[in-house]
């Protein structure tokens, strides 16, 4: 929590080992993930309407995207082989199905891969992120050093839910 960490900077320059500036920077940094927050407040009532609409129905509950198995084939054969079972579809119709299938397998793979790459980085970036809180507790680390590891962290988890998002819209 952002006003956890701006008391522990005034801790620090009462105590004589943090800097003035810290305080300003930490000021500064509040006011820059409210912003975030309004933003995100913005980007989960777009997320609620547009569940609505597509389901017709509203969401009880958000939880992080998985891709359902049973929606998605196994592979792009399969999919567009699932795609020619379907008697409905006319010529002209499956055609254009086709492409857009292709195109879609086409993002769901490279998401996939931007996920599986995602996920180390996150944890990683966590686990720095930790490591310069426990630093800065103590007085071993600035908290313009603190501040850039929590911003690669959030960066990188805003990153990895976007993609799982991406993907199942996809899907």
Same mark, same amino acid.
């Given at each position: ?43 989960? %009532? *777009? ?18 995207? *998985? ?18 079972? %379907? ?10 199905? *086709? ?13 996939? %891969? ?36 929590? %911003? ?20």
């Amino acid at each position: 929590d952002h006003r956890t960490l701006l008391d522990a900077i005034q801790e620090r320059i009462a105590s004589g080992i943090g800097f003035l500036g810290e305080s300003l920077l930490g000021e500064v940094e509040l006011k820059r993930w409210q912003v975030r927050e309004a933003e995100l407040e913005k980007d989960i %009532r *777009k997320a609620e309407l547009f569940f609505a609409d597509v389901l017709a129905s509203d969401p009880s509950s958000f939880q992080e995207p *998985k891709p359902s198995a049973a929606v998605w084939p196994q592979d792009e054969a399969a999919a567009l082989a699932a795609l020619g079972e %379907r008697p409905t579809i006319s010529a002209e119709d499956r055609q254009a199905a *086709k492409a857009a299938l292709r195109f879609a397998w086409a993002d769901h793979e490279a998401l996939r %891969r931007e996920i599986a790459l995602l996920e180390p980085m996150r944890a990683f970036a966590f686990d720095l992120l930790t490591a310069s809180r426990q630093s800065f507790d103590i007085g071993q680390t600035d908290f313009s050093t603190l501040q850039r590891h929590a %911003r690669d962290f959030f960066d990188l988890e805003g990153t990895l839910v976007a993609a799982k998002y991406r993907q199942l819209a996809t899907q």
